[in-house]
């Protein structure tokens, strides 16, 4: 037991290491949620915890999709805030009528945020209708009632508008953000000719394929934001690097890498991709001093080598073609469509609406009939804390609780020695700028401990920032910690208990469909360099997730976790079409 803590211990802090971006993108959304927790303050926002929390929500690397997200999200505020005025209307004398259009406005959200491209979306629109009709049993007047709806519009909106604005002033370029993710995959290569690095993390940034980088070269090309030849230049640097960290894999894999007679050609690559890496930082193509070429030694060397020489050309060929100023790498888009292709016919998208709404209004009608409106965060928590499969809920649930206590701790901590100290909001500001710093770390982190990250926040809003500013009631504090650990009970049971979801389907079908690609690729005649590259990195990104759920496997319940012959046959199925990745998968 001592070493699985140890491990543990170990994957955590390695988890929790800082990087370049996870330092830049923190400090963002810290100062982001300090400012709107000053605007609140100010124009007296209610429910500022829940602004806070979408502010981690829609917070990406660059500022272009930070953008189309937080618009997106006042635009269906603005539809979602339209149909609750035309809803009050109809069910404000009905607390029956109001509870079915409740239950319906949920189960419709929950199933398209989960079978569709709408995603945690559905959950944020779903918690901001079910939240504006629940508060109506406590209100008579429907003036009343079309204000407090105003308001949520107002909690919606207000931090998208500063998300937007921060982003338009000191927001990440998707340009730069993407030179810098390619500047950063030569850097790593470089740590692996070195031998700084070993050669697992080195397979996890492979099977991480190119897919942020594509996202954000359409970025760039949907709204024009760079120069064709540029975006042109973008797609041909990121094919090209991929294609020399698959062919850096491979002489790896030959073993001539790891020979002594093989130090100096190591070095040479290692030096040369710092000098590339130097020039794409700037946007620039790379170039070589005094020209990239071996002297007599280097040739003699690779000749020993034999038929393993042939990863070494090909990645001096990509080397090569990193300086090229024309005739560029084109990308093929990739088109992900809206819906699911079986939205209709799979069971397991109803029944994850059903367990959602389930849980939410149970919560609902137990804090209503107890008359504990104190704990109201168990029905958010529902919505916010909303997963897939039994693994997924579990996984996240440790780590929801684990950051609950953290952020309750903070909180309380904050209430009993720090709030008599904090004379005006500047003060309250920097505590608020503090927790949300480190909350942002953990939250940008792998998605081992990131939903840590953004629990130890939720928590810690809900305890400090009541109503229209900071409050010393303990009471209400315990009672929202309260409804957050009752929200993720209520969520564990329906996850678990009801119609429980195993990671086995989801493995096969990622299994399934790498091996595909694979015959796909196995039939690609090998002139199509780039589209060798781009199917390549297709079958690295499955079986990458096909290994990341088999590692959550560990979180599920043994009635529906896969028997051990069965587990094995998976293992063995992914180490075949791993080894088959690595044996076609590189252009020579």
């Given at each position: 037991m001592s070493s699985l803590w140890r491990t543990i211990f170990s994957q955590v802090k390695e988890d929790l290491k800082p990087t370049a971006e996870r330092i830049d993108l923190s400090w963002r959304i810290a100062l982001i949620c300090a400012v709107m927790v000053a605007v609140a303050m100010i124009y007296e926002i209610p429910f500022v915890a829940v602004s806070l929390f979408v502010i981690f929500y829609v917070m990406r690397s660059d500022s272009a999709e930070s953008n189309v997200l937080a618009i997106a999200l006042i635009i269906l505020a603005s539809v979602v805030v339209l149909l609750l005025l035309a809803i009050i209307q109809l069910t404000l004398p009905s607390p029956a009528m109001r509870l079915g259009v409740l239950l319906v406005t949920s189960y419709f959200l929950l199933f398209f945020g989960v079978s569709t491209q709408l995603g945690p979306l559905g959950g944020i629109i779903a918690l901001v209708i079910t939240f504006v009709l629940s508060i109506l049993n406590y209100v008579e007047v429907p003036e009343i009632a079309t204000r407090g709806t105003l308001y949520a519009w107002l909690m919606a909106a207000t931090p998208m508008a500063i998300v937007i604005l921060a982003n338009w002033f000191w927001g990440r370029r998707p340009k730069n953000v993407l030179l810098f993710e390619l500047k950063e995959r030569l850097l790593s290569c470089e740590s692996l000719l070195l031998g700084q690095v070993h050669i697992s993390a080195f397979r996890t940034l492979v099977g991480e394929g190119m897919e942020a980088q594509q996202k954000r070269i359409g970025w760039l090309k949907a709204f024009r934001l760079a120069p064709k030849h540029q975006i042109g230049w973008a797609e041909h640097g990121t094919l090209n690097i991929y294609r020399f960290m698959l062919a850096l894999l491979a002489w790896e894999r030959s073993g001539a890498m790891h020979e002594p007679k093989a130090k100096a050609l190591n070095e040479w690559l290692a030096a040369a991709c710092h000098q590339a890496a130097t020039f794409i930082a700037q946007g620039k193509a790379a170039q070589f001093e005094p020209g990239l070429e071996l002297d007599a030694g280097q040739e003699r060397l690779l000749a020993s080598l034999g038929a393993r020489k042939q990863a070494f050309q090909e990645m001096v060929l990509a080397l090569h073609a990193l300086s090229k100023t024309d005739d560029f790498s084109k990308l093929s888009p990739e088109k992900?469509?809206?819906?699911?292709?079986?939205?209709?016919?799979?069971?397991?998208?109803?029944?994850?609406?059903?367990?959602?709404?389930?849980?939410?209004?149970?919560?609902?009608m137990f804090y209503s009939i107890v008359d504990w409106q104190g704990i109201h965060t168990a029905m958010i928590t529902c919505y916010v804390a909303s997963l897939g499969t039994t693994a997924d809920t579990l996984h996240k649930l440790t780590l929801r609780i684990i950051g609950c206590l953290i952020g309750a701790a903070l909180g309380v901590l904050t209430l009993l020695f720090l709030m008599v100290h904090l004379n005006d909001v500047g003060s309250v500001l920097v505590v608020v700028f503090l927790v949300s710093l480190l909350s942002a770390w953990v939250f940008?982190?792998?998605?081992?401990?990131?939903?840590?990250?953004?629990?130890?926040?939720?928590?810690?809003?809900?305890?400090?920032?009541?109503?229209?500013?900071?409050?010393?009631?303990?009471?209400?504090?315990?009672?929202?910690?309260?409804?957050v650990l009752v929200g993720n009970m209520m969520m564990y049971v329906f996850f678990t208990r009801l119609w429980p979801v195993g990671m086995q389907p989801s493995v096969e079908s990622d299994l399934k469909q790498a091996q595909q690609l694979l015959k796909k690729l196995q039939q690609l005649p090998f002139s199509d360099r780039d589209g060798r590259v781009q199917t390549a990195a297709a079958v690295a990104v499955k079986l990458d997730a096909a290994h990341t759920a088999m590692q959550m496997m560990l979180f599920e319940l043994r009635t529906i976790r896969p028997s051990p012959e069965v587990k094995r046959q998976l293992d063995r199925q992914l180490a075949d079409l791993r080894d088959a990745f690595e044996r076609h998968s590189f252009v020579f």
């Open positions: 992900t469509p809206f819906a699911q292709p079986d939205i209709w016919r799979n069971p397991v998208y109803k029944h994850h609406a059903i367990k959602g709404t389930a849980a939410a209004t149970i919560c609902y940008t982190g792998p998605e081992r401990v990131s939903y840590a990250g953004i629990q130890i926040a939720f928590a810690f809003y809900l305890v400090l920032l009541h109503q229209y500013g900071p409050s010393f009631d303990f009471n209400a504090a315990w009672d929202r910690i309260v409804g």
